[in-house]
């Protein structure tokens, strides 16, 4: 004998994570279909525990408030730099609080603890990447690339870009310019 | 970084050297898969052959008997197989010319072989992180320049 059968897959789904919150006894709430907001603050293993019963119907955890946070710490950084006219003035502690709605000392400390640097290495890395891009582009002088990314001078650019790539702009830009010429 | 091991080579005929740089690789927080060759020769062999999984980035040294390191990264910049690989010298040298040389020839790294084990490690990491963000995070790889 053959069944044939139909599925209602958001029923089941809906049946699944019923039964699944039950056995941890969390309470829950269904915000769509993709979220879901448990009212208490769950301690890491039993979010393990949880992942991992989820895992065996399909259901994955793909990310939870942190990981998300620091995606976001990471856009608004590279958005930051790659600000079209020039970098906010304002510290960018305060800028980045303003954007994400968290305090700074909170969003500095979960950045280091997940991505093993800081958030001060983070955006040097960034504002020199975008530094070696406007070299390698040629449109302006490394003067308008100081101002436009906020160092103080050329010698501060050319010092921080010495000590993150072993290199000065200019032999950098010269070792870019062989390149293409050959 | 999260995920998988990271797959590094390399070519070195020196053997205090490979140990030293195999032991540094157990060190640090990264996991990788290290591979080891003796010289130019077997290197270019090695990448060559059919099956062999590429580096995520390929160490190598300037002075090799055969063939050696100059001659091997030209060889590796003109193979389009080949030629994303990125290459970190690891060489003896620091003069200027040689450092020079190397990154205008294609090179993304060069490492002055440092000689105690604390730097050595620390700067692989450095290297191994770094090139990591290249491969992942969307950033030009022609940009990847490094000398440390």
Redesign the interface.
């Known amino acids: 004998m053959n069944l044939y059968l139909k599925y209602d897959t958001y029923l089941a789904c809906r049946k699944i994570l019923q039964e699944q919150f039950n056995k941890f006894q969390l309470s829950y709430t269904l915000k769509s279909f993709w979220e879901v907001e448990i009212k208490e603050e769950l301690p890491r293993t039993m979010l393990d525990e949880l992942s991992s019963s989820l895992n065996s119907y399909g259901i994955e955890v793909v990310g939870n408030h942190k990981s998300i946070l620091i995606q976001k710490i990471k856009d608004t950084i590279i958005e930051m730099v790659y600000m079209e006219e020039k970098l906010p003035t304002s510290k960018t502690s305060s800028y980045l609080a303003d954007k994400l709605n968290h305090r700074y000392g909170y969003i500095s400390n979960l950045f280091s603890e997940v991505t093993?640097?800081s958030i001060e290495n983070f955006i040097i890395?960034q504002k020199i990447?975008r530094v070696?891009?406007l070299l390698?582009t040629n449109e302006l002088t490394i003067k308008e690339i100081a101002w436009k990314l906020n160092y103080s001078s050329v010698a501060h650019l050319s010092n921080q870009f010495k000590n993150v790539?072993?290199?000065t702009p200019s032999?950098?830009q010269?070792?870019?310019n062989?390149?293409h010429s050959? | 970084m999260q995920n998988g091991l990271i797959n590094v080579l390399l070519a070195d005929d020196d053997e205090d050297d490979r140990l030293f740089f195999r032991e540094a690789f157990e060190k640090i927080k990264i996991k990788t898969r290290v591979k080891t060759v003796n010289d130019g020769v077997e290197l270019m062999k090695h990448l060559i052959k059919n099956g062999n999984e590429l580096p995520h980035i390929l160490f190598l040294d300037l002075n090799m008997p055969r063939k050696n390191g100059m001659d091997c990264l030209l060889e590796i910049k003109r193979n389009n197989n080949l030629k994303d690989i990125p290459i970190a010298i690891y060489s003896t040298s620091a003069s200027e010319e040689d450092i020079e040389e190397t990154f205008v020839k294609g090179a993304n790294v060069y490492i002055k072989k440092p000689s105690d084990f604390g730097t050595l490690k620390k700067i692989l990491e450095e290297v191994i992180t770094i090139n990591w963000q290249y491969q992942t995070s969307g950033l030009n790889r022609e940009a990847f320049l490094l000398n440390r």
Do not use: A, N
Request: hydrophobic share 40%; charged share 35%.
């Open positions: 093993y640097t890395l990447e070696k891009e390698i790539t072993g290199l032999v950098f010269r070792i870019i062989k390149r050959t």
